[in-house]
């Protein structure tokens, strides 16, 4: 069980496989679907979630940075936001894999922030590059017979300039 701060209520995140991960309310209450489940009380503080290990790790670390720097006491607002976005330039840095499974993880739980910040990754990734290379990126297979992609780029010249 991955565990961490013991200052606050704490909610369980429960993988089918019964792996849990325990974390602050004040860390799961950056997720608007765990906001709602325990608002409604249909969470009895076990929230189930259908992601892997390594994502729900990942969402977490990104969900504590957020809430821990967003409900500072202290009055250096300016520092918090600079220590945000260095935060969130160095999260970013991972394969175009787990920025997709995170993203899926973070849409699922209704954590706009990092799905912002995953959907900009993607498309700073994709700024620039060619159809070709955007598949390749992206894992995406050329299923188009050359007559139709040729009738796409026709169609759609004004995004291949």
């Excluded at 019964?18 to 249909?42: H, N, P, R, V, Y």
């Excluded at 992601?51 to 990104?62: L, R, V």
């Excluded at 050329?142 to 010249?157: G, I, Q, T, V, W």
Aim: glycine share 2%; proline share 2%.
């Amino acid at each position: 069980m991955m565990s961490t701060s013991s200052s606050s209520k704490k909610i369980v995140l429960k993988r089918r496989d019964g792996e849990t991960f325990e974390i602050d309310e004040i860390t799961a209450l950056e997720s608007q679907t765990i906001k709602f489940m325990i608002e409604d009380e249909c969470a009895d503080n076990v929230i189930p979630v259908p992601f892997t290990s390594s994502t729900i790790s990942k969402i977490i670390e990104y969900c504590k940075k957020h809430a821990e720097l967003s409900n500072k006491d202290d009055n250096d607002d300016d520092k918090a936001v600079e220590d945000l976005k260095s935060f969130d330039t160095e999260f970013v840095k991972l394969d175009i894999d787990i920025i997709q499974d995170i993203l899926l993880a973070a849409n699922f739980l209704n954590i706009k922030k990092l799905i912002d910040l995953m959907y900009q990754s993607i498309a700073d990734r994709l700024k620039g590059k060619t159809p070709e290379e955007i598949r390749e990126i992206l894992n995406i297979k050329n299923d188009l017979s050359p007559e139709e992609e040729e009738e796409a780029r026709k169609e759609n010249a004004w995004d291949f300039k």
